[in-house]
């Protein structure tokens, strides 16, 4: 008998399964790099531009997240209804060209224009990529496949952090004199060319990735192909898992929006040794945190444990609110360092965890669509609001030289909110996932 909710779809072989999952995590790594190096490149956006720590916030969060937000559902729409491959590579294309344009901006409103449409690509990634997982896999087997997507995440930012560093530096030594077209262009507007040209070279990657012949089954309680109606019959659990992704997000937006920029101005780390520093920790910290975190789960949910990935959570989320005030008051690297990846290690598994409970619950014909309003969540809550707060209360409340100080009061507040939401949808849950499991032993 196949478990609860089992997919409606064909499974594709192992090996096409984790092909397409290893693409999913170069593609997503990259969206992650052009979508977060800006975070590195911000002090001499600043500096050109005239802005302060209010205005950098928005370009890092808002201008992205605008149109990210405004073409999730409908780009989720069309993933369900038409080719997710199709879909993917055309937003691939956009926010890559986006990217490269990022670099040629005139001012603010401009750069803040192209990230929006930076973003608008970029909505694809989600939605499109979490269906195709949740194709390719049974559900009692999601957390490793969607755990290496989530790993893309945040080696993506660690790539684009450290690159960004590095191409600061390169450009300041006059390592990109007399080079075509961005010989003549500062330092920042050189990386974010050189970091939005490996999108265009992943359409290569495309044609790997697995498209199922879609089966559609008569529709029952619980797993409705109709979208509304399993969000209202379900209102309590999918209010608490989005909610709960939105607010979980905002400590890790806090790491990659304003870390860098905490680095190289109350810690006094040069932009090269800073993106290096981050783009390791990161790197290490997702692997190593999210990949424990999804074996675990896998290991209870394949003895019978239905609520395994909140079951294996709540030590992280806890252990995370203490690290992220310790961490963000550091005062030199060597405290630094060390706190910011054991903080990492607790964080990371975040996203493993909002998707694979998204995915667990989501009717296959509603994969793509209740991934996007997830990732709304996050990004409107997560990823604008986290460094938005972060930065007014530098600016206007605490003084931007203590940006530590505002990084606590937003990271390990949304901490302790999230700990209470995850605590809150265990129960309906572990209702949900028993009455998906009766009804299959019925049906058998």
Request: net charge positive; aromatic share 10%; proline share 6%.
């Given at each position: 008998?196949?478990?609860?909710?089992?997919?409606?779809?064909?499974?594709?072989?192992?090996?096409?399964?984790?092909?397409?999952?290893?693409?999913?995590?170069?593609?997503?790594?990259?969206?992650?790099?052009?979508?977060?190096?800006?975070?590195?490149?911000?002090?001499?956006?600043?500096?050109?531009?005239?802005?302060?720590?209010?205005?950098?916030?928005?370009?890092?969060?808002?201008?992205?997240?605008?149109?990210?937000?405004?073409?999730?559902?409908p780009i989720g729409m069309?993933?369900?209804?038409?080719?997710?491959?199709?879909?993917?590579?055309?937003?691939?294309?956009?926010?890559?060209?986006?990217?490269?344009?990022?670099?040629?901006?005139?001012?603010?409103?401009?750069?803040?224009?192209?990230?929006?449409?930076?973003?608008?690509?970029?909505?694809?990634?989600?939605?499109?990529s979490h269906g195709i997982?949740?194709?390719?896999?049974?559900?009692?087997?999601?957390?490793?496949?969607?755990?290496?997507?989530?790993?893309?995440?945040?080696?993506?930012?660690?790539?684009?952090?450290?690159?960004?560093?590095?191409?600061?530096?390169?450009?300041?030594?006059?390592?990109?004199?007399?080079?075509?077209?961005?010989?003549?262009?500062?330092?920042?507007?050189?990386?974010?060319?050189?970091?939005?040209?490996?999108?265009?070279?992943?359409?290569?990657?495309?044609?790997?990735?697995?498209?199922?012949?879609?089966?559609?089954?008569?529709?029952?309680?619980?797993?409705?192909?109709?979208?509304?109606?399993?969000?209202?019959?379900?209102?309590?659990?999918?209010?608490?898992?989005?909610?709960?992704?939105?607010?979980?997000?905002?400590?890790?937006?806090?790491?990659?929006?304003?870390?860098?920029?905490?680095?190289?101005?109350?810690?006094?780390?040069?932009?090269?040794?800073?993106?290096?520093?981050?783009?390791?920790?990161?790197?290490?910290a997702a692997i190593l945190?999210?990949?424990?975190?999804?074996?675990?789960?896998?290991?209870?949910?394949?003895?019978?444990?239905?609520?395994?990935?909140?079951?294996?959570?709540?030590?992280?989320?806890?252990?995370?609110?203490?690290?992220?005030?310790?961490?963000?008051?550091?005062?030199?690297?060597?405290?630094?360092?060390?706190?910011?990846?054991?903080?990492?290690?607790?964080?990371?598994?975040?996203?493993?965890?909002?998707?694979?409970?998204?995915?667990?619950?989501?009717?296959?014909?509603?994969?793509?669509?209740?991934?996007?309003?997830?990732?709304?969540?996050?990004?409107?809550?997560?990823?604008?609001?986290?460094?938005?707060?972060?930065?007014?209360?530098?600016?206007?409340?605490?003084?931007?030289?203590?940006?530590?100080?505002?990084?606590?009061?937003?990271?390990?507040?949304?901490?302790?909110?999230?700990?209470?939401?995850?605590?809150?949808?265990?129960?309906?849950?572990?209702?949900?996932?028993?009455?998906?499991?009766?009804?299959?032993?019925?049906?058998?």
């Amino acid at each position: 008998m196949a478990p609860a909710g089992e997919p409606l779809t064909a499974l594709p072989t192992r090996g096409q399964a984790w092909l397409s999952t290893a693409v999913i995590f170069v593609l997503t790594s990259i969206a992650l790099a052009d979508r977060m190096a800006i975070s590195m490149l911000i002090g001499p956006i600043k500096a050109e531009f005239g802005l302060g720590d209010f205005k950098a916030s928005l370009l890092i969060g808002l201008a992205f997240t605008l149109f990210y937000v405004l073409f999730l559902l409908p780009i989720g729409m069309a993933a369900d209804r038409f080719s997710r491959r199709r879909v993917l590579a055309i937003c691939l294309a956009v926010w890559s060209a986006a990217t490269i344009a990022c670099g040629f901006a005139a001012g603010f409103v401009s750069l803040f224009l192209a990230r929006m449409i930076v973003g608008a690509g970029e909505a694809a990634i989600g939605p499109c990529s979490h269906g195709i997982i949740g194709d390719s896999f049974p559900r009692h087997a999601l957390a490793k496949p969607l755990a290496v997507q989530g790993i893309g995440f945040q080696v993506g930012p660690a790539i684009g952090v450290a690159a960004a560093g590095a191409i600061l530096a390169g450009g300041a030594s006059g390592a990109f004199a007399g080079w075509p077209l961005l010989g003549e262009l500062a330092p920042w507007r050189v990386a974010f060319v050189l970091i939005g040209l490996p999108g265009l070279l992943a359409l290569m990657l495309i044609p790997l990735l697995h498209e199922p012949h879609r089966v559609r089954a008569a529709p029952d309680v619980g797993t409705s192909g109709e979208f509304w109606p399993f969000l209202r019959g379900n209102a309590l659990l999918m209010t608490l898992i989005f909610v709960s992704a939105g607010v979980s997000a905002i400590s890790l937006g806090v790491v990659t929006g304003w870390v860098p920029a905490y680095l190289q101005r109350t810690l006094g780390v040069s932009p090269m040794a800073a993106g290096a520093a981050m783009g390791s920790i990161l790197l290490a910290a997702a692997i190593l945190g999210q990949g424990l975190y999804s074996i675990i789960v896998d290991w209870f949910a394949g003895r019978g444990a239905l609520d395994a990935p909140i079951r294996v959570g709540l030590l992280p989320i806890a252990l995370s609110i203490p690290l992220g005030w310790l961490a963000f008051g550091a005062r030199d690297t060597a405290s630094f360092y060390p706190l910011l990846f054991v903080f990492l290690l607790c964080i990371t598994p975040f996203n493993a965890l909002n998707n694979t409970l998204a995915q667990q619950v989501a009717p296959p014909a509603l994969r793509s669509r209740i991934s996007a309003v997830m990732i709304f969540a996050i990004s409107i809550i997560g990823f604008a609001g986290g460094p938005a707060l972060v930065g007014w209360l530098s600016e206007y409340v605490v003084g931007e030289g203590r940006l530590g100080l505002a990084m606590q009061i937003v990271a390990t507040s949304a901490l302790a909110l999230n700990l209470v939401l995850v605590i809150a949808t265990r129960g309906p849950l572990l209702r949900f996932m028993s009455a998906q499991q009766a009804a299959d032993q019925r049906k058998s």
